[in-house]
Nanobody, 118 residues
Framework: VQLQASGGGLVQDGASLRLSCVAS?????????AAWFRQAPGKEREEVAS????????HYADSVKGRFTISRDYAKNTVDLQMNNLKSEDSANYYC???????????WGQGTLVTVSS
């Protein structure tokens, strides 16, 4: 499976961004779960939000609850992350990932950079 992320950019405090990750390849039919992770310089990678590939069971890190929404677009084969009320601490490289099957390892897309200026 190939994962292609897009939508990052430079925004001001309080702004919104929408990240999108397109899944492609024959293995798409076996995808089980998708997630967005982020990693800021000098910090560990953090799981921001996850969702079952069928669109159910969304989960969020405490730091983004109420501000971020993860969703699936079945027609486009994407997993999207709507980010509202962005803060400087949200600045990071954001990565999408997905698993094939319930016990599969994460498959990673390339990062998309989000920079929030205060």
């Amino acid at each position: 499976v190939q994962l292609q992320a897009s939508g990052g950019g430079l925004v001001q405090d309080g702004a919104s961004l929408r990240l999108s990750c397109v899944a492609s390849g024959r293995s798409v039919v076996g995808l089980y779960k998708a997630a967005w992770f982020r990693q800021a310089p000098g910090k560990e990678r953090e799981e921001v939000a996850s969702i079952a590939w069928n669109g159910r069971n969304a989960h969020y890190a405490d730091s983004v609850k109420g501000r971020f929404t993860i969703s699936r677009d079945y027609a486009k084969n994407t997993v999207d992350l709507q980010m509202n009320n962005l803060k400087s601490e949200d600045s990071a490289n954001y990565y999408c990932a997905a698993t094939i099957g319930s016990h599969g390892a994460w498959r990673w897309g390339q990062g998309t950079l989000v920079t929030v200026s205060s």
